[in-house]
């Protein structure tokens, strides 16, 4: 089991920026791609940002590619996500997610994602 809390939401305004935390548990962090997604309420959850497990493939979103940024330190056994020129349609909640153990494929399918956060909220004001 992989255990994951995330860290970091809040309400901004419109063009600021905001830096969420995901701290891991339970496994070898190192062996685990990560995945950001988050849900506005109403829709469906979507896809952000992914990262393999040794962090040299990154992959985003076109709604966010240009604004965020993902990376990980498996040292410390956390991913983040940086994000800048915030957007009131970036509202919503943001949950970290884990892969299965060695599987760096489909970073953007939340099906593929065993392993979730309990979700941080983002509410971004214009």
């Known amino acids: 089991q992989v255990q994951l809390v995330e860290s970091g939401g809040g309400l901004v305004q419109a063009g600021v920026s905001l830096r969420l935390s995901c701290a891991a548990s339970?496994?070898?962090?190192?062996?685990?791609?990560m995945g950001w997604f988050r849900q506005a309420p109403g829709k469906v959850r979507e896809f952000v940002a992914g990262?393999?497990?040794?962090?040299?493939?990154?992959f985003y979103a076109d709604s966010v590619k240009g604004r965020f940024t993902i990376s990980r330190d498996n040292a410390e056994n956390t991913v983040s996500l940086q994000m800048n020129s915030l957007k009131p349609e970036d509202t919503g909640v943001y949950y970290c997610?884990?892969?299965?153990?060695?599987?760096?494929?489909?970073?953007?399918?939340?099906?593929?994602?065993?392993?979730w956060g309990q979700g941080t909220q983002v509410t971004v004001s214009s």
């Open positions: 339970g496994r070898t962090f190192s062996n685990y791609a």
């Open positions: 990262i393999t497990s040794s962090g040299v493939s990154t």
């Open positions: 997610a884990a892969k299965g153990l060695y599987d760096n494929t489909f970073l953007s399918r939340a099906y593929e994602y065993p392993y």
